[in-house]
């Protein structure tokens, strides 16, 4: 009954494998254009705010971000079009103070930034602001991405690195701890650990691309080189180097000096992988860091053992059934402490149940947990079905193999029928299938790379959203904060057109949304210290485009209304 499961099984995985593999390269291509740099820092404020309006040109402009940023280059449009490069920046952990030339004329502006989180992406954008008003044709600068082709070759480097340390130092932690000095895959292992100490050598410079928005030819300049040696990605493939080569090490070394210098190389994959990163700079970070740790090094343990096992069940014999033993013996405590570190990174990260289908992040960790699914079933069928059964085989097939050999008769053929047997047949093909799932995994979780995790998407919606209304006699700077439904505060800042002065006895700000059957919601606001009017405490109860109304009295028998729209998100 059971080779009939493994039968249906074995089918059930490959037509789901090959759907999944076309969801995936669509998901890989879809990631990789342009027009889709996302990166995982976000600007939450900006002073003056994005579309607003001053009287006077700003002595400084201020970028604030969820997290503390470096930056990499700040460009200013001016209203004629001309483009220029500001190196008067100043960083103070999350907040950018940024230095504009002196002098600026009226009319509309675009600051670009660009620059680099604390873990260690990118981060780009653009934001608009006027002096006096805003200039006819207004001034755009869109902000720099990153290149199809240098996004091609990042994904590629992650995900060779991965394998390098997953299955590379995996894999020989594997030999030196399940296999007992155990030869089987070694070679293969070798290869996966040169592959990354490859791409480890090749990260600093491909990082050094995505931060300047560079294609692959500057690879061949040292500019790209030296901006990859400032980020914390660089302390990441540092740490990644040391583990790699010593796992190469512990592939010269037996006994106890060859596990000791294994397990050294599998701490230090769990350090490289926790020193930048998304999950690693959230908060808290006294949690999320030791968090990353453990869930990298359980999972490294994991998979990294699945090659030489697949490879010491194919020669037979006692020593892959011994393997095989140590390895169901100790995995239990391990899938155990993946699982619940899993668990505490996803809550941390998508904050929101409805993420998960609700943004880019999401759906790649939607497909990285049908994998983990794919891969825990083949595994809990591993254990159910097939795992005893092929221990006793290879155990008894080494016997006979030991009593035959005095009398000469073909001592090796009875690890061939081991081999053969149907369980041990449908053991190798079902870790066959598990090596592919993993691999699969290394591949999705490497898009991260270009998706923003949803508590940073939620930390920039409640930024303030800004925009101008106006009327024949004035306008107004309206900046509702947090821009999302709920309470939020509500600051006008009204001027007359052009030079003029204007005159507010009172102001009084009138919030609808027709299409939802809001009626309007008025407020009377009151100035503050700054000259701006403020309406605090005013409750938003659905998200979309609202109407603004803002009526300013300026005698007893004249009053104006500029109006206009603005965006709330949920």
Known sequence: MWLGLVSL?????????QGFWKGLWALIALLVLPALAFAHAQLVSSDPADGQIVAAAPAALTLAFNEPVSPITIKLARPDGAVSLIEAVKADGPILVVTPPANLAKGSYALSYRVISEDGHPVGGTLGFSIGAPSPGGSAMTADATPR???LMILTQRVALS???FLGVGGMFALRWFGRDGREGEAAIRALIGLGLLSAA????????DMLAVSPSALLSASPWRQGLTTSYAVTLALAAVSLLTALLASFGKGRRGMALSLLALILTGLAIAASGHASAAEPQWLMRPVVFVHVVCLTVWIGALLPLLLALTRGGEAGGEMLARFSRHILPVVGLLVISGVVLAIVQVHKVEALWTTDYGFVLMVKLGLVV????AAALNRAFLTEPAMQRLRGAQGAQDTLRPAGHFPHKAGSRA?????SRALRVSILIEILIAVAILATVANWRFTPPPRALQLAARQAVAGDVMSDKAMAQVSIFPGTTGPVTVTVSPMAHGAADLTVKELTVILSQPSAGIEPIRRRAQMNDEGDYVVEGLRLPVPGRWHIRV???ISDFEMTAPEGDVTIGP
Do not use: C, K, Y
């Open 9 to 17: 099984s074995h089918n059930l995985l490959q037509g789901f494998w």
């Open 149 to 151: 082709a240098s996004r």
């Open 163 to 165: 394998l390098g340390l």
């Open 202 to 209: 090749t990260g600093i410079g491909l990082q050094g691309l």
């Open 374 to 377: 794919m891969l825990f079933a």
């Open 419 to 423: 081999r053969r047997d149907p369980t």
């Open 551 to 553: 009526e300013i009295l």
